[in-house]
């Protein structure tokens, strides 16, 4: 039986094309190296993703950078970096939008900022990119940039990544680690989670420290989304969530991608590529279909090797049905959910 369409909720497609990795051209054609192509993505069955617009911090604080990593007794803690240049990190987001602006122009591709759209997309042949900040230092703390980013089809929103923002904590890289390892939203950040709110813009919590996870919980009258993620109760990465966590975005109707990243998904964290697809099937046992969909990290992270590239998204959904997943509970893992809460959070 044919696989239902895919949303995928986190891709870094955009850096490649901005570090020089790839060109808009590849994402289009497709591309030798990498994990995203228009024809790979097609193959997988994606219909459309959240592409992210994602300024790293300079290379020395890189997370495999010399002596950022500490290995411990029973696994590693990487270096926060510290907050970005506003300037540097407001330049480099207009460098990545402009790549995606190049790549919703080309023919059957289009930009997705309704939830119309995004259901064209899963019905129809067009591939839709949804826009997501990951991290929120290109906007500006008075927020007074937020309406252009808006205009230019920001549609899902991260407070932080793994450093301090205006708005939030990130939480940093550790294994094994609680979440509860930092601290939580800013006043500024109160208000940027009201502002996404009253324009309909997902605010996005992953990476979020878990102070900073329950204070959104707390702001928001929208649906949680945390866009990449996977159970802590399986592999307990600081990045990942508690129960608590995930019964707290089940309350509120809303959605967790499921990451393909490695040291995320593996129970000892270990950042290997040769990680068996029966791990992701724990992680959906662990955090049920009702409230999760798929949020691979493609072009950002180690992806196991059983996945390999955007195409393997299929071998994703088949590994499922073979667990004993209904067609019923695919489409709900793959696209159902998505859409479910862009409708109650953009519309």
Same mark, same amino acid.
């Given at each position: ?9 986190? !891709? ?8 020089? %990795? ?15 192509? &228009?024809?790979? /993505? ?13 300024? #790293? ?5 890189? =997370? ?13 803690r990487i270096r926060s970096p510290p907050p970005?240049? #506003? ?27 309704? /939830? ?7 019905? @129809? ?7 997501? $900040? ?10 007074? !940039? ?23 904590? @990130? ?7 609680? #979440? ?6 800013? %006043? ?18 992953? +990476?979020?420290?878990e102070q900073g996870f329950w204070d959104v ?12 993620? *996977?159970?802590?109760?399986?592999? =307990?990465?600081?990045? !990942? ?16 991608? &499921? ?30 279909? %009702? ?6 990290? $493609?072009?950002?992270?180690?992806? #196991? ?13 088949? *590994? ?6 209904? !067609? ?6 793959? +696209? ?12």
């Amino acid at each position: 039986m044919d696989s239902p369409a895919v949303v995928d909720g986190h !891709n870094d497609a955009a850096l490649a094309v901005w570090r020089g %990795e790839a060109t808009v051209d590849d994402l289009v054609d497709g591309r030798d190296d990498g994990h995203l192509g &228009l024809p790979r /993505a097609r193959d997988g069955g994606l219909a459309a993703g959240l592409f992210a617009v994602f300024v #790293p911090s300079e290379e020395q604080f890189a =997370p495999d950078a010399d002596g950022n990593r500490v290995e411990t007794d029973d696994g590693y803690r990487i270096r926060s970096p510290p907050p970005l240049a #506003p300037s540097f990190a407001a330049n480099a987001a207009d460098e990545m939008l402009a790549a995606l602006d190049d790549l919703v122009a080309r023919p059957g591709v289009r930009r997705v900022e309704t /939830a119309a759209d995004l259901r064209a997309c899963i019905e @129809g042949d067009d591939f839709g990119v949804v826009v997501h $900040f990951e991290g929120a230092e290109p906007i500006r703390p008075d927020r007074s !940039n937020f309406a252009d980013y808006y205009e230019r089809g920001l549609r899902s929103l991260g407070l932080a990544w793994s450093r301090p923002t205006a708005f939030a904590d @990130g939480v940093p890289f550790r294994f094994p680690s609680s #979440p509860d390892v930092g601290g939580g939203l800013t %006043e500024r950040g109160r208000r940027l989670v009201e502002r996404c709110n009253d324009d309909g813009v997902l605010v996005d919590c992953a +990476h979020l420290t878990e102070q900073g996870f329950w204070d959104v919980h707390d702001a928001s009258t929208a649906p949680l989304v945390v866009s990449h993620t *996977a159970a802590h109760a399986v592999c =307990p990465s600081s990045r !990942n969530l508690t129960d608590e966590q995930l019964d707290a975005v089940a309350d509120t109707d809303g959605v967790v991608g &499921l990451t393909f990243a490695a040291s995320a998904l593996r129970p000892d964290g270990a950042n290997d590529a040769d990680t068996s697809l029966d791990v992701v099937v724990d992680h959906v046992d662990r955090m049920g279909v %009702e409230h999760v969909a798929l949020g691979s990290d $493609f072009d950002g992270a180690t992806i #196991p090797d059983s996945i390999g590239d955007a195409a393997g998204t299929r071998d994703v959904l088949a *590994a499922l049905r073979d667990a004993g997943y209904e !067609n019923s509970a695919l489409r709900k893992l793959a +696209h159902e959910n998505w859409l479910r809460v862009c409708e109650a959070t953009w519309d």
